[in-house]
């Protein structure tokens, strides 16, 4: 057998494998896959003017290593046929019996070591090694981390800023297979207005998504953004959520707010099952230390921790605190609208700077809110609006339901009309035949 010496192929493995924290079987992979490239452009190189090959063309070839002897050999997989058509896909059963005796069968593969003992070949293959085999490892490494986040997605790193492209921060976070640090990128959408991204800054951040495919520059999106930060952090702060004796039910943050005179803020709707535990009080902690560790890292972020509760009036009072709530009336339990009665020096507190309170409480109830003011507030017109709004419904529904009956009936009406057609074409078919037999 024929093979290409690669002097110094064991040290060059053995260095890749060290600089880049790659393990030795991914460094050869990436080697075999880039000498084959090699092998490729060669004989592409050699067939200029007589055959085009198909992109799928060498699919049967693969390159074998030698680390030991420092050196490879390529090898192809042949199917055994009577009459070769084509050299590198098939084999005669004259040429297979001459080295594998009478063993051999027609429709049986072989594989056969095709490696040119050209010195061009050579020289040219160690030049495409170099070329493509970088872009190998790095293909390599990417696989390696695609597989490393997907499996934390959803999770909190610590990241170190790096640099800025464009609006978005280039951040560094820790891999655990050895990697020394894996780039992430943090969008402008994703970002808080009260962070300072400075040079080497920490920060903790949400893993948003792991992006599939061949993308250049960093595969993590991360977010500081994310509701799902929020989540992490009193997690991690109240021993009762990992404890699972309190929960987080539902979660509304805004973090860019649509105005920058409004800050940052979040609602984070809490229960528990255990008589004995205070939800909000586990959250906020002995004199508000717990929750002051989460607006810390949220670079003084405003948060409401308020209780969860199945009853929906109950909950959307709760939900617009720091407010107080006077009533709550559903509405239209329907379409999720309810009228909130308040006192006057409550309204805008209530409704919140720009209405960013009563926006909050909405997402986190998905009720629709409406702030009124108790002492203006008519009972009577209220109810006869939205008493009139239902008949209104109620008609058009019906409306609706009667049209849809209509064109039911016009439609069996069709179909009606159309059998009898065939019926009809039937008998004067019938008739026809028999006049025919009669004659």
Sequence with gaps: ???????????????????????????????????????????????????????????????????????????????????????????????????????????????????????????????????????????????????????????????????????????????????????????????????????????????KKVLQ???????????????????????????????????????????????????????IAVDTLDRDVDPVGACIGARGSRIQVVVNELRGEKIDVIRWSPDPATYIANALSPARVDEVRLMDPETRQTHVLVAEDQLSLAIGKEGQNVRLAARLTGWKIDIKDRDKYDYAAEDAKFAAAARQQAAAQLEEELAEEELEDMIETVDDTGEELDEELETSEELEESATNEL
Aim: glycine residues 4%; negative net charge; charged residues 30%.
């Design 1 to 207: 057998m024929s093979m290409v010496s690669l002097p110094g192929l064991k040290e060059l493995i053995e260095s890749i494998s060290r600089e880049r924290n790659l393990p030795r079987n991914a460094v050869q992979n990436a080697l075999r896959e880039a000498l084959l490239k090699g092998y490729e452009r060669y004989r592409r190189a050699q067939n200029l003017d007589k055959k085009h090959f198909e992109e799928e063309y060498f699919d049967n070839f693969e390159v074998e290593l030698d680390v030991e002897e420092q050196g490879f050999r390529v090898l192809a997989t042949k199917t055994i046929i009577e009459e070769v058509t084509n050299s590198d896909h098939e084999i005669s059963l004259k040429d297979v019996q001459e080295f594998a005796g009478d063993a051999a069968q027609i429709g049986d593969s072989v594989l056969v070591d095709v490696t040119p003992d050209k010195e061009e070949f050579g020289r040219m293959a160690a030049m495409q090694t170099k070329q493509v085999l970088s872009q190998k490892l790095r293909d390599q490494q990417r696989q390696m981390i695609q597989e490393e986040f997907q499996d934390i997605e959803d999770t909190v790193l610590q990241a170190r800023v790096l640099r800025f492209e464009r609006q978005s921060v280039i951040m560094a976070v820790s891999s655990s297979f050895g990697q020394p640090e894996v780039e992430a990128e943090l969008p402008k959408r994703e970002q808080l207005p009260n962070d300072n991204y400075r040079a080497n800054a920490t920060f903790k951040v949400y893993l």
């Design 213 to 267: 495919g061949q993308h250049r520059g960093p595969q993590l999106l991360v977010s500081r953004a994310d509701a799902g930060l929020v989540v992490y952090l009193f997690a991690n702060e109240v021993p009762e959520i990992e404890d699972e004796v309190v929960r987080i039910v539902a979660v509304a943050r805004e973090a860019n707010p649509p105005s920058r005179h409004v800050g940052p803020r979040t609602k």
